[in-house]
């Protein structure tokens, strides 16, 4: 028998990095060899450098001190400060790449002021143009006044972030500034957008002269931060450098071509009437203002002046350039830096220089420092009510921060008092901004949080950020939106760019409807369009979906009652006019009369997508956008734990009728009467009891005839000839009797106690209440409102008496053993852990959701022998207790998207997975978990998780193994990268069960089995289009009374655990718990090595006779054979996958 697979050796093989690839070219660091001569052997040698003895006792420098003494301070302990060092280098650019850059900058300079002259034309002729290259504007109105013509560029200059310093990897980005001759513009070209079309054809001059050379490798269009005012022109080096840079050609004005005053945010430059083509009896004077226009023409005139005023801050402040790429991957990680309205890394520089010049940071400060403040200032700062101007002592025509506020949602103003930078930013980029600084700060300073890892290198899509999404699909349907909320005046100022112009006015309104539902609204910022130079530039509609995101307040989001003012108050009317003919009169219990709109909701899924009904009804309603453009990402994934046909439920309301039923059980336990000992806690040790059972057990009502009677009891047995009946799991109640000298000291004595207990419990529940009851030596079954609880009687020195022995001498000897470990773990850990999280549930009310999602993807992954059910529910708990660098998850999905990411990206080699139930652990005790953790990982489980009670991981110590783990981590990064692909991508195939589905081709031997003798057939991820009757009527459930039915028959796992019995050292099996009619088995190598032949190890082997040597290996097909007839009537065929390996 030969394998043909491998295992990886190492687990952090598997486990993904997420550093930004260091460039392929460039070399390792090697330390500095001790010999010279050395050089021409092969290996490189690492050797400590050696140092004499005054050098070694020398005492630290006051620079070395300083350093002490600021890790100490500043940083939480000198890693982050090693951590933020190596982050910088790995972003900095290499002097290499620094000279590819100057060389090719050279060239295109060179290329560009040889551009030749043209003869003058209208600025509506494009005759002098070569036919291949196209203008990069979109020209609405076709025509304007003006004439036109080519000429070498006044001067080529170096602007942005490569002349200051603060250019980062991985994408390297370098401004060119080309002046366009004066000759070439006229003073009023600010009207109309003349100045922007002749800008435009300029650009494509410019593009139509570079084509023919062969420096340039390929050359594309793009907008500056999606202004289709500002296309400007993107180069690249030839091929062999291609994806190294990319250098952005801007066309500008001369400075000071254009006065200021005439970019006042309130004077317009657009009129009217050239605009619609209409004759308009109003004046010129009554004409809208265009600050959008005027400040994108005014953006062109400044960056020399900026770029000045910045090299002049940045040169007295020596972190300055180290502080603006720590707050640019910042941003980047939190997709706030690119397209549309962003804050990119031009905004953090002048940020930065604002808290320098107002003192509010000092030129000393380190790049950890200047991070920290510019987030503690954004933190704190609403730049959309109180806006921060750069200027010292603007002219008189410069507009105040006033007129500002009233153009403009955010406000910035550049140093020359007439700018607003953020002119395009909207109100909901700024605030998701500062949502995203005020996290970053209160986590920063939690000593027991990994900051640098949360702060800068988690990436925060917003599929797995926002709690739910909703995406406009058809983007032309806005420009109806335009006409349906009057924008013809924005319009106007945005040249019409419909998107941008209706996405300000949609946000309000979802802002209004929405209210106290929702913590944050944010919007996907539009990509920068970009477009071969040959081909026309692209329509406003050809975008990709808008998508926004909600983080919910859960306890608010699902409400069904929207509640308005008094019929009688003057705000109803505008209650009336947001809600249409959603809105009506309603009279309420405590006798007021007002307005109110109703949304349908009957089970908690159905009320989880009632912001969904918000949106819809709105957005239909206000901007004529059709429910079909609408498409809702909030509750796709909880498809797959969805049961019930008339009204579909996740699970809440079935675990909540077990929690009601198990509470009334133990009130009547509590006050039973009759008992030698009272009862001193009754607790739960249950999935269901914390709300996190896949499938909670539904309440049946059995159909008689369906079973045969046993003699004695008269309860139910299965009928060979009927489909194996439906499975009735038993929930765990663990019953402590008080202490009492009376209990005996020996094993046996105590467990017939427990028995003694459980059949007089039996009896008086019987007597008092009516139930059902089967005692057992180990627990006591009750039959209770459709449900069976098992009942464990509990003595809690029993444990202790287990671990105690007498040897031959007549010494006690205390030893632990797995008997005791066993019990402790099902009468102690397994209740407390039920009741803390229990109360977690109770605090986050979509925690048990996102536990029955992760259990039902390990299921179906066949991992649930791997990470257990109180593994996985204590994974989901860490994402809700440190949630870090995110808010706990308020929906399902976004919930089940993060376990698959801590799954897929924790570093389980090196680190602790830290759960702080009930938030009992101090920053001492982490460190000391961190450092028993290192200092014993050999001898600890792979995967590690720490709890207050729990130090020494026991939740985790069978299960998994390295290999395990390791495919558990593959196999949740894949299902990851797929899912998100799909939810944020309309055009993909719409199948979130794909995640689901396991590659069964890693396997080697597959049984299949009969699905009529699968009980939980119905649970499958496709359930089959038969299913069959397992003995269930419907109809309401008897309380009590009634005979006692199948409990706990599932022969599926009673299967597998004779499987694993007779051929654990053989194979590994997996099932899916919940449904799967496959059991999948993989051979373990180290079994299928011949060993010599032994009479007593002669099970399931075949004698292989070489020589003088007798061996014996496997006997494969004897080992199917016997798949078949221990699995008689259950398995349906036996499929052995010889293309892995062969007889």
């Known amino acids: 028998m030969k394998k043909k697979k491998t295992v990886a050796e190492n687990p952090a093989e598997m486990i993904p990095s997420h550093h930004e690839e260091e460039e392929e070219e460039e070399a390792p660091v090697k330390a500095k060899r001790s010999k010279p001569e050395d050089a021409g052997r092969e290996e490189v040698g690492y050797h400590p450098v050696k140092l ?110 490569y002349p200051l310093g603060t250019c980062t990897k991985p994408r390297i980005v370098v401004d060119l500034a080309v002046t366009i001759p004066a000759d070439v513009l006229h003073p009023k070209d600010v009207v109309n957008q003349r100045y922007p079309r002749k800008r435009a054809l300029y650009l494509a001059g410019l593009a139509q002269h570079l084509m023919s050379s062969s420096d340039i490798g390929t050359m594309r269009y793009s907008c500056l931060h999606g202004n289709r005012l500002r296309p400007i022109l993107l180069l690249m080096p030839p091929v062999k450098d291609s994806s190294s840079f990319t250098v952005r050609v801007h066309a500008c004005p001369p400075p000071g071509f254009f006065k200021p005053s005439r970019f006042h945010p309130q004077r317009n430059n657009i009129r009217t009437e050239w605009y619609t083509g209409l004759q308009t009896s109003q004046s010129e004077s009554n004409d809208p203002p265009t600050p959008h226009y005027n400040s994108s023409v005014l ?41 549309t309205g962003c804050f990119n890394g031009y905004l953090a520089s002048m940020l930065l220089s604002y808290l320098l010049t107002t003192h509010r940071i000092s030129n000393t400060m380190t790049a950890y420092q200047l991070l920290r403040n510019s987030l503690n200032f954004l933190a704190s700062t609403d730049l959309t009510v109180n806006g921060i101007t750069l200027a010292k002592d603007p002219d008189s025509t410069a507009p105040s921060l006033a007129e500002f506020h009233s153009a403009f949602q955010v406000v910035f103003v550049d140093p020359s008092g007439h700018l607003n930078m953020c002119a395009d930013m909207t109100a909901c980029t700024y605030k998701q901004l500062q949502h995203e600084a005020s996290v970053s700060m209160k986590f920063w300073d939690n000593p027991t949080v990994d900051g640098f890892q949360g702060l800068l290198m988690t990436p925060k899509p917003m599929i797995r950020t926002s709690d739910h999404i909703f995406q406009l699909c058809e983007l032309v349907k806005l420009q109806s939106s335009c006409k349906k909320m009057n924008l013809l005046s924005e319009l106007m100022d945005h040249s019409g760019n419909y998107v941008r112009t209706a996405l300000p006015f949609i946000l309000s309104l979802l802002q209004r409807g929405l209210g106290q539902r929702i913590h944050l609204l944010t919007h996907s910022l539009s990509p920068d369009p970009e477009w071969s130079v040959e081909s026309e530039a692209p329509k406003h509609k050809a975008q990709p979906p808008l998508s926004f995101g909600l983080l919910l307040r859960p306890e608010l989001a699902f409400s069904v009652l929207e509640r308005g003012p008094p019929a009688d108050s003057p705000k109803a009317a505008e209650f009336r006019q947001l809600w249409g003919s959603r809105s009506e009169l309603r009279r309420f219990q405590d006798g007021a ?55 579909p439920s996740t699970g809440e309301e079935e675990s909540l009728l077990v929690v009601q039923s198990y509470d009334d059980l133990s009130r009547k336990l509590w006050r039973l009467e009759g008992l030698p000992l009272s009862i001193t806690s009754v607790q739960g040790a249950h999935p269901a009891l914390r709300y996190t059972q896949v499938f909670p057990p539904l309440p049946l009502k059995l159909d008689y005839s369906f079973f045969n009677r046993e003699k004695t009891s008269r ?81 809690h020195r029993e444990p202790q008496v287990l671990r105690e022995n007498v040897n031959a001498e007549g010494l006690l000897i205390v030893r632990d053993n797995e008997e005791a470990q066993a019990l402790e773990m099902a009468t102690i850990h397994k209740p407390l852990l039920t ?309």
């Open 835 to 1143: 009741s803390t999280l229990h109360g977690l549930q109770q605090q986050h009310p979509c925690f048990g959701a996102v536990c029955r999602l992760a259990k039902r993807w390990l299921g179906a992954q066949l991992f649930s022998e791997d990470v257990t059910e109180d593994t996985a529910d204590l994974l989901v708990a860490s994402l809700f207790l440190q949630p870090a660098p995110f808010t706990p998850p308020g929906s399902p999905q976004v919930g089940f998207l993060r376990f698959l990411h801590l799954l897929s990206s924790f570093d389980w080699r090196n680190n602790p997975l830290v759960v702080n139930l009930n938030n009992q652990l101090t920053a001492a005790d982490y460190t000391e978990t961190k450092n028993d953790f290192m200092a014993c990982r050999e001898s600890l489980p792979v995967m590690f998780i720490a709890t207050p009670k729990d130090k020494k991981s026991l939740w985790t110590k069978r299960a998994p193994s390295v290999q395990m783990l390791q495919r558990v981590v593959m196999v949740a990064a894949e299902s990851l990268k797929v899912l998100e692909h799909q939810l944020m991508d309309g055009s993909q195939i719409q199948d979130v069960r794909v995640v689901m589905r396991p590659p069964l081709d890693a396997y080697d031997v597959l049984i299949h089995l009969n699905p009529k003798q699968v009980p939980l057939l119905s649970q499958a991820v496709d359930p089959p289009a038969v299913t069959f009757s397992r003995g269930i009527m419907t109809g309401s459930v008897a309380q009590s009374g009634g005979a006692l039915p199948v409990i706990d028959h599932n022969p599926v796992s009673l299967y597998l655990k004779e499987l694993r019995e007779a051929f654990g050292d053989l194979a590994l099996f997996f099932c899916d718990p919940y449904g799967g009619t496959v059991i999948a088995v993989l051979w373990k190598p180290k079994a299928f090595i011949p060993v010599p032949f032994k009479t007593s190890q002669v099970s399931a082997r075949s004698v292989e006779v070489a020589g003088e040597e007798a061996n014996t290996v496997p006997n494969v097909e004897a080992i199917l054979e016997d798949f078949r007839v221990l699995g008689k009537g259950l398995v349906k065929s036996v499929e052995p996958r010889t293309e892995k390996w062969s007889f």
């Open 715 to 795: 309860s139910l047995v299965p009928k060979e000839d009927k489909p194996c009946p439906a499975y009735i799991t038993p929930i765990t109640v663990i019953c402590h009797m008080e202490g009492s000298g009376k209990w005996p000291h020996d094993r046996l004595a105590i467990r017939h106690i427990r028995a003694a207990f459980h059949i007089r419990l039996g009896e008086l529940l019987k007597k008092h209440h009516n139930y059902t009851c089967r005692p057992c030596p180990t627990h006591l079954d009750v039959w209770k409102d459709g449900l069976v609880f098992r009942i464990q009687v509990a003595y």
């Open 299 to 339: 953006g062109d005139l400044l960056p020399r002046a900026h770029l000045q005023f910045l090299s002049a801050i940045s040169s007295q402040c020596s972190a300055f350039a180290d502080g603006v790429a720590l707050l640019k991957v910042w941003l980047r990680q939190r997709d706030l830096d690119q397209g």
């Open 593 to 647: 009369i007002t307005e109110a709109v109703l949304w349908e909701g009957a089970s908690m899924c159905q009320k989880q997508l009632v912001p969904r009904q918000i949106i819809t009804h709105l957005l239909q309603l206000h901007a004529e956008i059709p429910d079909s453009c609408v498409r809702y990402v909030g509750a796709m994934v909880d498809d797959v734990i969805k049961t019930g046909s008339e009204v």
């Open 52 to 161: 004499s003895r005054s050098d070694l006792y020398r005492p630290p420098t006051a620079e070395e001190l300083n350093q002490l003494k600021e890790a100490e301070s500043l940083f939480h302990c000198s890693l982050l400060k090693m951590q933020m060092e190596e982050l910088l280098k790995e972003v900095a650019l290499s002097e290499r790449r620094k000279k590819q850059i100057d060389s090719f900058v050279q060239t295109v300079t060179k290329l560009l002021q040889a551009v030749p002259d043209s003869p003058e034309v209208e600025v509506s002729d494009l005759s002098w143009l070569s036919s291949t290259v196209k203008t990069p504007f979109l020209l609405v109105p076709k025509t304007t006044k003006g004439k036109f013509h080519m000429a070498p560029p006044a001067s080529v200059d170096l602007i942005g972030s």
